[in-house]
């Protein structure tokens, strides 16, 4: 005699809806992420291609016809563009130095036998453990007394003090993953150890040196207190000169937006360039050692 049994969903169809609802989930959290990280920047760059009445227009115009009359207005503001222009050359060359020096430490910490390493590793790190305000004052002084006060030389080495320690510690990580065995091989086939590490280590450390290349320029070129309080007219940064369109009366909030639109351009343009090695260095993805 058949019995009248409810039959029960298979099991393999609910984890198929359990896995779909939480795929759907993941990306719902993402989306909501994103627009909340993205909105910003969609505010500042709407902002810089609205009139200038509309720019400050409440409720916001969500639908405007763009021009580009702020960017015009900019790129006649002569000191802006003197200040882009500084930064622009004093961090890439910080970049540059400070990853001639940081990078090759890093090797010779990971490789060697360093006396104290711990303590040179420790001592290398707290240059950032202070607040720049408390070191701020007795830079201004030496920086005087150098006559490195308002000079481009004098910012430089300043943006290569403040990223030393995180090229050292980082690529030393990277260098750490990178099998010995490497460059033994390439000392067998007769290589000397500069040419194994120029050959060897340093196209495997690739990602690691474009993560903390963009960190190190990313850190120079949003830096303010250092360049407020030592620079005056020669070296002035581009952060330093946004702030001419915030008066005491008034706020330009168009060329505001226009400027902090430019600021962000060589970031991202930079970011993009290097996105190839970005991913897998920002998640140490290197050679691990057997």
Known sequence: MATNEPTKPSRRFSQTTR????????HAVLLTWSFVVLFPLYWIVSMS???????ISLP?????????YNYMQLAQESSFIAAFANS?????????????IGVPAAYVLSRYDVPKQRDVLVWILSSRMLPPIAVVIPFFVIFRALNLYDTRMGMVFMYVTINISLVVWVMKA???GIPESLEEA???????QFQAFRRVVLPSAKP???????????????ELLFSLVLTNNRAVTV??????????????????????TAIIVPVLVFVVAVNEYLAAGLSFGVVLKE
């Open 174 to 176: 990277f260098f750490d």
């Open 49 to 55: 291609l609205k009139p200038p009445r509309e720019a």
């Open 88 to 100: 622009l050359v004093m961090v890439t060359a910080s970049v540059i130095i400070v990853l001639l």
């Open 19 to 26: 896995e779909r609802l939480a795929s759907v989930g993941r």
């Open 239 to 260: 952060s330093m000169q946004v702030y001419q369109f915030i008066g005491v009366r008034q706020i330009e909030w168009g060329l505001l937006a226009a400027a902090s």
């Open 186 to 192: 390439a000392k067998v086939d007769g290589a000397t």
């Open 208 to 222: 690691g040196i474009f993560s903390v290349a963009i960190i190190s320029f990313i850190f120079a070129w949003i």
């Open 60 to 68: 916001p115009d969500w639908i405007f016809l763009p021009t580009v």
